[in-house]
């Protein structure tokens, strides 16, 4: 999986729960900082907090840190057959179309999910009032 997961909530569990289903080990490419003020926002949770978050959930066998410079390094060493991104992954960058090519070009799948409507790690940090968790599935 590769995204930010900052200000872990109810959308990022539901994300986990999907790809638990189609696999009960995987790995997740955290961006760094530096790479989310490159392409979205400032983080509101430092590395850490959103890697420690991230290598509590069950199913997780490793967390790395990336930026478009080792990116394709990571997806090499943990030799996976897909890569689990957001819908709108590869629009939002030239690094990120490029990364899907690469992608393509060695037979490794992509999967994204839909969102959980209603909530994102950008919404909550503009509106502290939708803190509060999600409703459970």
Known sequence: IIGCFDIFHCGHERLLQKVR?????FSIALNTDEDMRASKCEPHDK??????????QDGVQSVEAYDYEN???????????VVVVSPEYGREREEQALFLEWLGDRG????????TPGVSSTELRSSHSALSSCAPT
Do not use: W
């Open 21 to 25: 289903a189609v696999s009960e080990v």
């Open 47 to 56: 590395p850490d907090r959103r890697m420690q978050n991230c290598k509590q």
């Open 71 to 81: 990116l394709r390094d990571i997806v090499l060493k943990v030799s996976v057959d």
């Open 108 to 115: 490794i799948a992509r999967l994204s999910f839909p969102r």
